[in-house]
């Protein structure tokens, strides 16, 4: 099956109805363990948490002398406290030894008979107590948030071997692989090749054999030659348009969705001023390329996405069809290019 000239002959299909028809019954997969760096991301599928005390013992900030303050109180160099024997060297990170809780700097020591003590330290100086970074149970990022780079640096750093995230595995063909495997991936997806086991099919150009067509022919712009449907595994199918930067403008404004959906998590929509105005031919939607400036976002492509102004976007929105675009210092909700 195919979506050529002859199917575009009907009315175009309003893109919420599409989107509508497309994602019925659409829900989230189910959760996998993922070691925290593999999981980059992807959509907690339970919320991050401390498994114990984090740090679980005391610990020095920095290379010194671990002591108890109290043992401090009114040295200096002038009238130095004695010490029974010398405090412990600690490295930065080490624990400190029992009945220890300031650590006390290198060359505060002096070598003696007795080993003197020339400065004051109040308890918990250059230490990192225990559970003052996070109590056992403590949420570090919230269930249906997506995992970034830094969670995934605090998981390890907690002592997370695994997390669970839900990540759909998005199957391609070849010219989808070439032309919008990394969107896929970067709005957490896992690509695969077309026909393995997935949670969401897409084509370029055309559909395949025992695929069924719900909408072909989007009131979209790009995206008036793309169809959405079922394969015929009966998973969600996205056919982009032949064009490879047609294919990347329309998958923009169809994807999150769809990966949100499958993910469960929600899309990751900002609020922004537009610096000048932006203006859209109506009766169907456009995708609106924006680039970040100095006063605000500024359009630099509305209704296409060549290649050149695809580099160029920091950002992007989906004018709804019923609007002839938004005047200049508009309030506009957009979505960070992935």
Do not use: K, N
């Amino acid at each position: 099956m195919t979506t050529d000239a002859a199917a575009r002959t009907a009315p175009l299909v309003p893109l919420a109805r599409a989107l509508a028809l497309w994602l019925d019954g659409v829900g989230p997969v189910a959760p996998v363990a993922r070691a925290p760096r593999e999981a980059i991301g992807r959509v907690l599928a339970d919320p991050l948490r401390a498994p114990a005390d984090v740090p679980s013992a005391a610990l020095a900030r920095r290379a010194g002398h671990a002591v108890a303050a109290a043992d401090t109180i009114g040295a200096s160099p002038y009238a130095p406290a004695f010490a029974g024997s010398p405090p412990p060297l600690v490295a930065a990170g080490a624990a400190l030894p029992a009945g220890c809780d300031a650590i006390l700097p290198i060359g505060a020591v002096a070598d003696g008979p007795l080993p003197e003590i020339l400065a004051e330290v109040a308890p918990g100086t250059d230490v990192r107590r225990a559970g003052s970074e996070a109590r056992a149970g403590a949420i570090l990022r919230a269930e249906g948030a997506r995992l970034r780079a830094l969670d995934a640096a605090i998981a390890q750093a907690a002592g997370l071997e695994r997390v669970r995230v839900r990540e759909p595995i998005v199957a391609l063909d070849g010219a989808a692989q070439a032309a919008v495997a990394p969107l896929v991936a970067a709005l957490g997806g896992r690509v695969a090749d077309i026909g393995a086991p997935a949670d969401l099919a897409i084509r370029i150009g055309a559909a395949g054999e025992g695929d069924t067509i719900l909408a072909a022919g989007l009131a979209l712009s790009p995206g008036e030659d793309a169809a959405l449907g079922r394969d015929a595994a009966g998973v969600p199918l996205l056919v982009l348009p032949a064009l490879a930067s047609d294919a990347i403008g329309a998958a923009l404004a169809l994807l999150p969705e769809a990966l949100a959906r499958l993910s469960g998590g929600a899309l990751a929509t900002r609020s922004g001023i537009l610096a000048e105005g932006l203006s859209s031919r109506g009766g169907l939607a456009e995708v609106a390329l924006l680039a970040e400036g100095a006063q605000g976002l500024v359009p630099i492509a509305v209704g296409d996405t060549p290649l050149a102004a695809l580099a160029r976007a920091d950002a992007f929105l989906v004018v709804p069809a019923d609007l002839e675009g938004f005047a200049r210092g508009a309030a506009i909700a957009y979505l960070p290019v992935p």
